[in-house]
């Protein structure tokens, strides 16, 4: 693998299974709806940030990564609340 598909896989690690997995997992054992579906949402955006590092589109890779963040945001904002 090169040092872009490398990089790619680590976003998915980071963000899909330890930040998003989290916080999802935390929304369905406080049965927080708003939380779990904020946190879902961030999961399928940061899916695809991996795609835009493989074909190389650094726009798009901060359209979505902002997107994924603002998320994680809303989710939490919406289990603290």
Known sequence: MDRYETFATWIFIVFGA???AGLMAFAITTT??????FALASACAAFFLGF????DQPRLYGLILFVSVALIAASITAIVT
């Not at 927080?32 to 579906?37: N, Q, R, T, V, W």
């Not at 835009?52 to 074909?55: E, L, N, Q, S, W």
């Open 18 to 20: 330890l930040i998003i």
């Open 52 to 55: 835009a590092v493989i074909f």
């Open 32 to 37: 927080d709806k708003p939380a779990f579906l």
